[in-house]
C-alpha cells in the first residue's frame, strides 16, 4: 500500500547551483548519499517544517541511469516517489495494473535503510514513479 508522497525527484548537473536554488526557497539539506546500482549521487532538501523532500539527482559518470536524459538537456522533473509499506507487494501490484516496471527486484536507495524500485507508468502521463521502502526506525519525516 502506498503510504504517501516521500519526495520528487530533480535531474541536475550543477548539484551545487540546484542546492544553492533551493537553499533561497528554504530548503535545508537533510541528507545525502549514492544510489551506486543507479550511478547517482543524491541530496535530500526539506522544508523547515518537514514534509517531503526534493531530491536532487545528479549522474556520477557518463554509464549513470540520468545521464541521457541530461545530455538532451532535461533537466528539472525526474521523478515522483512514493513510500509504501511492502515494495515487492507494490511491485506486483502495479505490474498487474499495466505499469512497466523499471526494476525486477529492489534495489538500494541513496539513504540508509532505504530499498527503491522505479516503474514507469506510460499513460496518462508519462511519469517515472519510484517506490519507497525504509527498513529503519528513523523514517524521514
Known sequence: MIIGLDHVGVATGDPAGAGSLLALLGLSMEDRGEAADYGVDCEFWTPAEGGPAVELVS???????????????????????????????????????????????????????????????????????????????????
Open 59 to 141: 549522474p556520477r559518470d557518463e554509464q549513470a541511469a540520468v545521464s541521457g536524459r541530461l545530455a538532451r538537456k532535461e533537466q528539472g522533473l525526474y521523478h515522483v516517489a512514493f513510500e509504501v509499506d511492502h515494495l515487492e507487494g507494490e511491485l506486483d501490484r502495479l505490474r498487474r495494473e499495466g505499469f512497466v516496471l523499471v526494476d525486477e527486484e529492489p534495489r538500494a536507495g541513496a539513504r540508509d535503510g532505504m530499498r527503491v524500485a522505479f516503474v514507469y507508468a506510460r499513460r496518462p502521463a508519462a511519469l517515472l514513479i519510484e517506490l519507497v521502502e525504509y527498513r529503519r526506525s528513523d523514517v524521514p519525516s
